[in-house]
């Protein structure tokens, strides 16, 4: 097995391009865990820990720029604020140690229909930076980043620069259900976002479809029924919860069969929504 590690962005690109068939390394957890089970054998590593630029972010109040390689724990720490969605899902992933090395373009990359990120990602409606020595740089919506079961709109000679996400216009939840409290894979994930201005509710399933998607149909009957002034109607909240399990497609596995997980979402997608309800109103009394 080869390995390359440039330390330019120039220099990754330029590697990735006469070597398509070499997997891109951030933080290694899902690629070296696949590597030790003999899962794959890639022909090459392209470790890109050493391009200083993946490592960090930017933001102007509008839109917030994530490099590929920053860590969860520095969106933990730095970005919890702006991106509550997405820094709560970070709190979830592994330990402090994977929480370290891991990132949000690295599970991007592996494009795992149960990573944490996604689910946000999506209610939030970010888009992900690609880019390619020959095309150049093309943004990708997250909602169309998915194509199956660890396969994504990534062409082979691309890499993942950034992840785009516009801070939160209003409370956003993210929760999951896993095996054990804590380092866990999820058997099912959901996230909701509230778009006040826009009067709309972004959503986002994990681990219960072959791929991380959107519950459309529930986004849009809330869309059309909600009273931003008013309390949840208990009946709205169980026609929400009842849409969103609907849009999942799960399997059966050793993690949880696909009615547990339609159940799950359902409870999740309930549960979040109150938790973010009763902060949009808080704030409007404020």
Not at 29 to 39: A, K, L
Not at 153 to 179: C, M, N, R, S
Request: hydrophobic share 45%; net charge negative.
């Amino acid at each position: 097995m080869e390995f390359l590690r440039p330390t330019t962005w120039a220099e990754a690109l330029a590697a990735k391009a006469d070597q398509p068939d070499a997997v891109p390394l951030q933080g290694g957890t899902d690629v070296m865990v696949e590597i030790n089970f003999s899962v794959r054998r890639p022909p090459a590593l392209l470790d890109l820990t050493a391009v200083p630029e993946l490592a960090t972010w930017s933001g102007d109040g509008d839109r917030y720029r994530i490099g590929a390689a920053v860590p969860y724990s520095t969106i933990i720490a730095e970005l919890g604020g702006a991106l509550p969605g997405l820094a709560q899902a970070a709190r979830t992933v592994g330990s402090p140690q994977i929480r370290n090395r891991g990132s949000v373009g690295g599970n991007l990359g592996a494009a795992s229909p149960a990573g944490d990120s996604h689910p946000p990602l999506l209610a939030a409606g970010a888009a992900v930076e690609v880019e390619s020595r020959e095309r150049g740089v093309r943004t990708i919506p997250a909602e169309e980043f998915y194509l199956g079961v660890k396969r994504s709109a990534l062409l082979p000679d691309e890499l993942i620069k950034a992840v785009h996400v516009q801070p939160a216009a209003g409370p956003q939840y993210f929760a999951k259900v896993g095996t054990r409290n804590a380092m866990v894979i999820a058997v099912c994930s959901f996230a909701v976002a509230l778009h006040p201005a826009e009067r709309r509710v972004g959503t986002g399933l994990g681990s219960a479809a072959p791929t991380p998607r959107r519950a459309l149909e529930a986004e849009e009957f809330l869309a059309a029924e909600l009273d931003w002034s008013a309390p949840l109607e208990p009946a709205l909240l169980a026609r929400f919860a009842e849409l969103c399990a609907s849009a999942a497609a799960p399997i059966d596995d050793v993690r949880g069969t696909a009615d547990y997980r339609r159940h799950a979402i359902a409870v999740l997608a309930r549960r979040t929504l109150t938790w973010a309800w009763q902060d949009h109103l808080e704030r409007r009394a404020a």
